[in-house]
């Protein structure tokens, strides 16, 4: 592979490093959710919440379509819960690493 190849993908994974946008990830497996959806379970105002959006938009993560004066965001791949799924088993491996360092 490539470096370019590695920069796209070091992309992705930038768009996915923030609390907030695995929230709007977890929320999207559920389905297409709008933008008002989407504020309500980050907790944050719009235009903190669009710009997380858009963020994930150019890395390729998620989609959207306008409805009149709504907008709805869906993943793009849905592949990337698999990925998320990976970090939780990190996570998991970490915690009994931790667990065993302190028995």
Do not use: W
Not at 36 to 44: A, F
Not at 53 to 78: N, T, W
Not at 84 to 90: N, S, Y
């Amino acid at each position: 592979m490539n470096k370019r190849a590695y920069e796209e993908r070091a992309k992705i994974i930038k768009a996915l490093a923030h609390p907030s946008r695995l929230i709007i990830v977890d929320a999207l497996t559920d389905g297409e959710k709008c933008v008002c959806e989407l504020r309500q379970l980050v907790g944050s105002d719009m235009s903190t919440v669009s710009k997380h959006l858009s963020v994930m938009k150019e890395a390729g993560i998620v989609d959207d379509r306008k409805v009149g004066q709504q907008v709805f965001y869906s993943l793009r791949c849905p592949c990337i819960v698999s990925f998320l799924g990976c970090v939780e088993d990190v996570m998991k491996a970490n915690a009994r690493r931790k667990m065993e360092l302190v028995a």
